[in-house]
């Protein structure tokens, strides 16, 4: 079993202690975009799916900004993460530990919005 299969499962396993019917759908449309076309596109479409589902209800864009950071769209990651940071969303307290956006710390938006929220860098 690789990471990414590990990735599911647990993915799996949070839906089922929230026990939402939207969380569940969004779950199983990932899985299965995952059994056809692999991580990147399942991070993809869990994306694009968790956009939809913020226009319901609130969805911590800090976790949209990490799925971004995962397939390597920085621009859209950081659009996202500003959009945590004036929500004081709580997402933003792994910001530092979330291996995800490690492509990102190199970039100058990274060490701006450290200060912003007055962390070290």
Do not use: C
Not at 55 to 84: C, H, M, N
């Amino acid at each position: 079993m690789g990471k990414y299969d590990l990735w599911l499962q647990e993915l799996n396993k949070a839906v089922a202690l929230s026990n939402d019917p939207e969380d569940t759908a969004v779950t199983k449309e990932v899985a299965r975009v995952y059994a056809q076309s692999g991580f990147r596109a399942a991070i993809a479409k869990e994306t694009e799916l968790q956009k939809q589902l913020a226009k319901r209800r609130y969805v911590d864009p800090g976790y949209i900004a990490y799925e971004y950071a995962t397939i390597g769209d920085k621009d859209q990651a950081f659009s996202w993460l500003e959009k945590a940071y004036t929500e004081k969303a709580g997402s933003l307290q792994y910001l530092k530990t979330v291996h995800s956006i490690d492509a990102l710390h190199s970039d100058p938006r990274y060490v701006e919005l450290l200060k912003k929220m007055g962390l070290p860098q």
